[in-house]
């Protein structure tokens, strides 16, 4: 369980932050307009539910 706490363990957390500094920093060889951040606003989508999206309502009560 040493070998694990002092190799092994250090080793998977260096190359998780080596893969993420890689992936990262790829952004720089992207073309201009896709290393771009992500438009923020919505284009002509409603998250609104329409009337139309649910089944009629149906009256359960016992008469």
């Known amino acids: 369980m040493a070998i694990f706490r002092q190799y092994i363990a250090p080793l998977l957390a260096v190359l998780v932050f080596l893969f993420a500094l890689v992936a990262v920093s790829a952004r720089i060889f992207l073309p201009s307009d896709m290393a771009a951040p992500a438009p923020i606003e919505e284009v002509g989508v409603s998250s609104q ?15």
């Open 49 to 63: 539910p329409t009337p139309t999206d649910f089944p009629p309502a149906v009256n359960h009560s016992a008469s």
